[in-house]
């Protein structure tokens, strides 16, 4: 069954601008990460957070993770047409990963 | 090689036929893991092999299902006695350890007529 849930599940913006995508999950967890699927083939793994995280960096993404609430969010700052993807969240508790139903993001040029 | 390769690409079969699902991880990944993806839906698990064991095989919806992984390289998704339900994506990850992200394949498109 799928533990991670995104929020929301379809967000429209404008180039320029940002957009935030949250996750929550049910169980304890090692660490969680984000996933980007481009025409729903393959998955291309963006960030990964460990359990005793709260923020992480990389280029245009940030990511940050509550324990405590079992919840994590995806801003990707100054968004680009070529965003235009599903964004998925997986929480991983050390033999599999678990996956939301994903964010499909449209950026408008 | 440089990536995850699965074959082939589109697989179309009609009901009640058997298909094999090829995924060729990246050199030395140890952890190989397949999920199956329907449309609309986020990966679901189906099993993860550790070497040439197959370590969590409990994703795996019935007996029609089963995978091998011989040598603790190339690994066999087998669908027996396929069934329309059975269409979906399904997608190969290797990993060269938990906890440092995965990499997937491009998935095998299985349709079943």
């Known amino acids: 069954s799928q533990q991670g849930e995104e929020d929301p599940q379809a967000l429209s913006i404008q180039e320029g601008e940002n957009a935030t995508m949250n996750c929550s999950y049910k169980t304890s967890i090692n660490n969680l990460q984000w996933y980007r699927q481009n025409s729903g083939r393959g998955l291309v793994h963006l960030i990964l957070?460990?359990?005793?995280?709260r923020e992480k960096h990389s280029g245009r993404l940030r990511v940050t993770l509550d324990t405590s609430k079992k919840s994590s969010s995806l801003l990707i700052t100054a968004s680009r047409a070529a965003d235009t993807a599903s964004y998925f969240c997986a929480t991983d508790r050390g033999s599999r990963l678990t996956f939301g139903e994903g964010t499909q993001l449209t950026v408008n040029p | 090689g440089a990536g995850v390769s699965q074959t082939p690409s589109n697989k179309v079969t009609e009901k009640g036929k058997y298909v094999e699902l090829r995924c060729d991880p990246i050199?030395?990944?140890?952890?190989l893991y397949w999920y199956r993806q329907s449309l609309g839906q986020g990966p679901e698990f189906l099993i993860y092999f550790q070497g040439t064991g197959a370590a969590d095989d409990s994703g795996l919806p019935n007996d029609r299902f089963f995978a091998v992984r011989p040598e603790g390289s190339v690994s066999t998704l087998k669908i027996q006695r396929t069934e329309r339900g059975d269409s979906a994506v399904y997608l190969c990850?290797?990993?060269?350890?938990?906890?440092?992200?995965?990499?997937f394949g491009s998935g095998t498109r299985l349709t079943v007529v």
């Open positions: 990850a290797s990993s060269s350890d938990s906890g440092f992200g995965y990499t």
């Open positions: 957070i460990r359990s005793n995280e």
């Open positions: 050199s030395g990944h140890t952890a």
